[in-house]
């Protein structure tokens, strides 16, 4: 009965398992990738390496209660639009729009209608959906 953080930290036989161990203990962690240990620091710009284009710091804001079950609001990807349910009302995926492509389209010019369809998208399971819900409302 560890916690993660217990378990990736634990000690081990040899001075080299330790030292590869913790520096994939503060990738884990702390989300880094190799370039933040590099001798002379992050380049510029490194930030997106780490975040992936087009995503946000956001990484989920999810809710639920026994009453009306989870609830995905905001996910990396972007603002959740629609919740996929299958037969069971369990959720198979989710639709969303990303809010930093939605942000772009619009800077390079287009309508904010264009812009909204342009930067939806949707993850797992969503053309097998009984029904989709708005998680806002329903």
Not at 23 to 48: C, H, K, M, W
Not at 51 to 77: D, H, N
Request: net charge negative.
């Amino acid at each position: 009965g560890k916690t993660i953080l217990e378990a990736l930290n634990t000690d081990l036989v040899c001075d080299a398992i330790n030292t590869a161990m913790r520096e994939l203990f503060l990738q884990i962690v702390y989300g880094r990738t190799q370039s933040a240990f590099s001798e002379d620091g992050l380049p510029i710009g490194a930030g997106l390496e780490d975040l992936g284009k087009g995503l946000r710091s956001q990484v989920g804001t999810m809710y639920g209660t026994l009453a009306k079950g989870p609830r995905y609001l905001e996910m990396a990807e972007g603002y959740v639009t629609g919740i996929a349910l299958d037969e069971n009302n369990e959720i198979i995926g989710y639709q969303f729009v990303s809010l930093g492509k939605f942000t772009d389209f619009i800077k390079a010019g287009d309508t904010p209608n264009d812009a909204w369809e342009k930067a939806k998208g949707q993850y797992g399971r969503v053309d097998d959906a009984v029904k989709i819900i708005d998680p806002r409302k329903e």
